[in-house]
């Protein structure tokens, strides 16, 4: 009965961990609702800044601003967005892993790489094998624009300053919500913007601009480093829902599974139990009915 017992409260124990990870399914779900609008609603303006700042670029010496500035590589910064807490599958790990190949790359090629964690499992993991300066935790769950904001001014004025050379943003790219795929981009120096080749014909048309061109293109260049950042904040928002989603969604038939499993030997073992008792009746019916019989 021992044992009886023991199967019987693993199965409570078992069906209690179900109902938690089929409540962070349906949380989560929630919330990635709400990123994935987010991400879809914020695409096109994206897109639309890309148009003005390219359409502006064509107009002024876009090659002389101090973001675009090209020098040689000696001072690597990389920023790594992660979630803040964990139970998203192999959401933090494949970023991850994506860094630290990208930081070996770099450091065996003699350059000096700075990290720059954004999101607590990203600063926990790199916090004794790389050099941070700066660091922004537990931002993820709730931010808006402000936090890509606060992120440009930690590297903006240093790149003008030439404290640093490149810099790199890595995070998860979202495709889907079983798939997010590590992504590599460079900000710093930024590429080159107001191709002539790539010119739409009606960005070719004269404007007149008030303030001046130079003016505007040196504001946009900043909004777009920031538009940037948060179009990747946004899709780590994304893919960390959706990969927390479907990790308590595969958590939930595990534990049915298991459920199932410990079910089967539970009554197993009864009827082990049961036959038991049964033989043990009938062998002492039997030794009864010798005894009164002699």
């Keep these: ?83 803040d807490r964990g139970l998203c599958g192999g959401f933090n790990a494949n970023v991850i892993k994506a860094t630290e190949r990208f930081i070996a790359l770099k450091t065996s090629q003699g350059l000096d790489v700075s990290l720059i964690p954004i999101g607590r499992k990203g600063r926990d993991y790199f916090r004794k094998k790389a050099k941070m300066i700066h660091e922004r935790v537990d931002c993820m769950g709730k931010f808006d624009i402000k936090l890509a904001i606060d992120i440009s001014h930690d590297i903006i004025p240093p790149f003008i300053r030439g404290e640093y050379d490149e810099l790199y943003l890595i995070y998860n790219e979202f495709r889907n919500v079983a798939s997010q795929r590590p ?22 048309i004269e404007y007149l601009y008030e303030p001046s061109a130079e003016v505007l293109l040196d504001r946009l260049l900043t909004m777009y480093v920031r538009v940037l950042l948060f179009r990747a904040l946004l899709e780590t928002s994304a893919g960390e829902n959706g990969a927390r989603m479907a990790a308590m969604d595969n958590a939930t038939k595990n534990c049915d599974e298991l459920i199932d499993s410990l079910t089967l030997k539970f009554n197993k073992a009864r009827q082990a139990a049961i036959t038991a008792e049964l033989m043990d009746i009938v062998g002492g019916t039997e030794a009864l009915a010798k005894g009164s019989k002699n």
């Design 1 to 83: 009965m021992a044992a009886l017992k023991d199967i019987k409260r693993k199965i409570q124990a078992v069906a209690k961990t179900k109902q938690i990870t089929r409540a962070m399914n349906m949380v989560a779900a929630a919330k990635f609702k709400v990123a994935q609008a987010r991400m879809d609603n914020f695409r096109p303006y994206a897109g639309k800044f890309m148009e003005v700042l390219n359409s502006l670029a064509l107009r002024v010496d876009a090659l002389s601003h101090p973001l675009l500035a090209v020098r040689p590589p000696q001072r690597v910064w990389v920023i790594l967005m992660t979630s």
């Design 183 to 204: 992504a590599l981009v460079r900000l710093f120096p930024l590429p080159a913007v107001g191709s002539e080749e790539a010119a739409e014909p009606e960005q070719k």
